[in-house]
C-alpha cells in the first residue's frame, strides 16, 4: 500500500479527530494521581470519548495481525514499561511516570496522541527523562517540511538522545495514520539525513519517539501487548500527528491543555 495524500477535506477530518483525542488527555490529567488506577483512567477516556465526543476509541478489541484484540480503550504505559500498557486495578503511587496514549476516532478519521504524566512527585532523573524526550519528539516535528526526508526525522530525534545519554527503542515507530489507524510509512525515530521517503504536502503520521534511560532493548510480558524494557530503566514517550503543509506542519493533535512546544520551536 502506498502512502495515501490527504485532501483539504480529510485533512479537517484528521484535525477534528487529533483535536478530540488531545481534548482526552487535557480532561484526564487532574485524574492523574496517586490512588488512582489506569482502569479508571480508561473508564473516564472510554466514557468521554463515546458519549461526550460522539466517537471511538480506537484501541478498543484492535487486532492488527498477530496480536490477541487489544482489551481496553487507552493505553498506560508505567516506569519501565515502554507503550501498549494495558490499564489495570493497580493504583497509581508517587513518583511513578506514565504515559497516556489516546486513539480516538470521529467520522472515519484517526487522532493519535501520547503524553508523559508524572504521578505526585516525580525523581530528578524520571522528570529529566520526560522532559527530554519531549524535546525529542519536537526536534523530530521541527524537520517536517515539503523536500525534507523521513531519515531527518529519525537522525534529528536519535542525536538529541543519545546525546544525553539515552537509547531510543528501534522496534516500534511512528506511522501514517487517516481512515486507517496504522498505514504507511513507517517513521523510524533514529537514522541518517537524507534517507527514506521525501516528505510531500498532504502526508500525515505520527511521530512518537519512545527514550530509555538505560538500554535500547525491550521484551513483550505475556498479555500478549506490555512492551517493557530489558534492563527495568524507565522510559518515556510523547506522541503528535502531524501534516505535512507547503510550507513546513501543522500539528493535528493540539488542545487548549496542550504542553506549550519547547523553546527551540519558532
Ligand atoms: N496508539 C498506539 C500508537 O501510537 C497504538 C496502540 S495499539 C493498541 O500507535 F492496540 F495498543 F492500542
Ligand atoms: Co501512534
Ligand atoms: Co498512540
Not at 496514549?101 to 525523581?123: A, L, N, P, Q, Y
Request: proline letters at 7%; a negative charge.
Amino acid at each position: 500500500m502506498p502512502i495515501t495524500l490527504k485532501s483539504a477535506e480529510d485533512i479537517e477530518g484528521l484535525r477534528v479527530a487529533g483535536r478530540l483525542a488531545s481534548e482526552v488527555l487535557d480532561m484526564l490529567t487532574e485524574h492523574v494521581k496517586p490512588g488512582v488506577s489506569t482502569e479508571q483512567l480508561d473508564k473516564l477516556a472510554h466514557d468521554h470519548i463515546v458519549h461526550v465526543q460522539g466517537g471511538i476509541p480506537a484501541p478498543l478489541n484492535y487486532a492488527p495481525p498477530g496480536y490477541i484484540p487489544y482489551p481496553k480503550s487507552i493505553c498506560t504505559s508505567i516506569n519501565h514499561q515502554v507503550c501498549h500498557g494495558i490499564p489495570n486495578d493497580r493504583p497509581l503511587k508517587n513518583g511513578d511516570i506514565v504515559n497516556i496514549d489516546v486513539t480516538v476516532i470521529k467520522d472515519g478519521w484517526h487522532g493519535d496522541t501520547s503524553r508523559m504524566f508524572i504521578v505526585g512527585e516525580g525523581s530528578i532523573a524520571a522528570t529529566r527523562l520526560c522532559s527530554l524526550t519531549y524535546e525529542a519528539m519536537w526536534k523530530g516535528i521541527a524537520k517536517v517540511k515539503p523536500g525534507a526526508r523521513l531519515g531527518d526525522i529519525g537522525h534529528a530525534i536519535q542525536t538529541f538522545a543519545e546525546n544525553q545519554g539515552f537509547s531510543i527503542v528501534r522496534e516500534f515507530c511512528g506511522h501514517g495514520i487517516g481512515r486507517k489507524f496504522h498505514e504507511e510509512p513507517q517513521v523510524l525515530h533514529y537514522g541518517r539525513p537524507g534517507t527514506l521517503e521525501e516528505l510531500v504536502p498532504g502526508m500525515v503520521f505520527t511521530i512518537e519517539p519512545m527514550i530509555n534511560a538505560g538500554r535500547r532493548e525491550i521484551r513483550e510480558l505475556g498479555d500478549g501487548w506490555t512492551i517493557v524494557t530489558k534492563d527495568r530503566s524507565l522510559s518515556a514517550q510523547w506522541e503528535h500527528t502531524v501534516v505535512v503543509t507547503e510550507t513546513g506542519y501543522e500539528v493535528m493533535t493540539l488542545s487548549a491543555g496542550s504542553p506549550p512546544p519547547p523553546a527551540f520551536i519558532g
